[in-house]
């Protein structure tokens, strides 16, 4: 064998990127150019979606364990988070959550708190929790991993985290900043009128017309609706053998 042959490494072509995979590059993207600000990711796509953005375009970010520690990529501590502290960032905007929801509407008025009325709710969630101090003081984005009229809602049943309109309607805008929601269909941002929903992106195998029959109000889309954008390899590579290899991500993200 020749010895230029003998020094190149062949790789294994990667597989074409999952719906999943997909959803954590969507998720990513919501911290691109945030700085150093405290990313507090909420479930399993979000905080590989996290991650990732650190090891490649948003270098600064902060990552937290979730209750008193700044972590590492590798999970290790890296700096002594206090309650007071923690607080001291959401209320100064230094911190974007992503955050789930099992009601939102077109304005992202964002419900985890109940199903039904709320003197006889038919189903009792979270709570509300610290939704609406997030939403007032710092920038807020959606995770929902099941896209459907069920969460989708025209009206909200109960506002935990507030929407464009409401906050409006309060004159509590100064702060007040929902930079995207990503479901498994697509890809959202606030740009539509009044600051209401508008579609940005479909994943690759869905329609928007599947996208609005998930949906159960009017959203605003452009004529033509791009892909949500490919992951480099690179990008696989990371979610696939660094950040997630157990491939729990498909266990959030059902096609």
């Given at each position: 064998m020749a010895r230029g042959a003998a020094e190149v490494t062949a790789r294994t072509p990667l597989l074409p990127a999952t719906r999943a995979e997909y959803c954590v590059i969507a998720c990513a993207e919501a911290w691109r150019d945030n700085g150093e600000v405290l990313a507090s990711p909420m479930g399993l796509v979000p905080s590989f979606g996290a991650r990732l953005a650190k090891r490649t375009f948003s270098p600064d970010l902060l990552l937290t364990d979730g209750e008193a520690m700044l972590v590492g990529l590798d999970g290790?501590?890296?700096?002594?988070?206090?309650?007071?502290?923690?607080?001291?960032?959401?209320?100064?905007?230094?911190?974007?959550?992503?955050?789930?929801?099992?009601?939102?509407?077109?304005?992202?008025?964002?419900?985890?708190?109940?199903?039904?009325?709320?003197?006889?709710?038919?189903?009792?969630?979270?709570?509300?929790?610290?939704?609406?101090?997030?939403?007032?003081?710092?920038?807020?984005?959606?995770?929902?991993?099941?896209?459907?009229?069920?969460?989708?809602?025209?009206?909200?049943?109960?506002?935990?985290?507030?929407?464009?309109?409401?906050?409006?309607?309060?004159?509590?805008?100064?702060?007040?900043?929902?930079?995207?929601?990503?479901?498994?269909?697509?890809?959202?941002?606030?740009?539509?009128?009044?600051?209401?929903?508008?579609?940005?992106?479909?994943?690759?195998?869905?329609?928007?017309e599947q996208v609005r029959a998930a949906t159960g109000f009017d959203l605003t889309a452009a004529d033509e609706v791009p892909y949500t954008r490919e992951p480099a390899d690179e990008e696989l590579r990371l979610i696939r053998e660094v950040i997630d290899p157990e491939n729990l991500r498909d266990r959030e993200v059902r096609v």
């Open positions: 290790a501590a890296e700096g002594w988070l206090p309650y007071r502290r923690h607080l001291t960032m959401v209320t100064g905007g230094r911190r974007h959550v992503m955050m789930g929801a099992s009601q939102i509407d077109r304005f992202g008025n964002q419900n985890i708190s109940c199903i039904g009325d709320w003197e006889r709710p038919a189903r009792q969630l979270l709570g509300v929790r610290g939704a609406p101090v997030n939403t007032l003081n710092n920038p807020v984005s959606y995770w929902v991993p099941r896209h459907s009229t069920r969460v989708f809602v025209e009206r909200v049943d109960m506002v935990s985290g507030v929407g464009y309109d409401r906050a409006e309607a309060a004159g509590v805008t100064r702060f007040h900043r929902l930079p995207r929601v990503v479901s498994d269909l697509g890809v959202f941002d606030f740009t539509g009128p009044g600051h209401s929903m508008r579609l940005v992106s479909v994943h690759p195998g869905v329609t928007v």
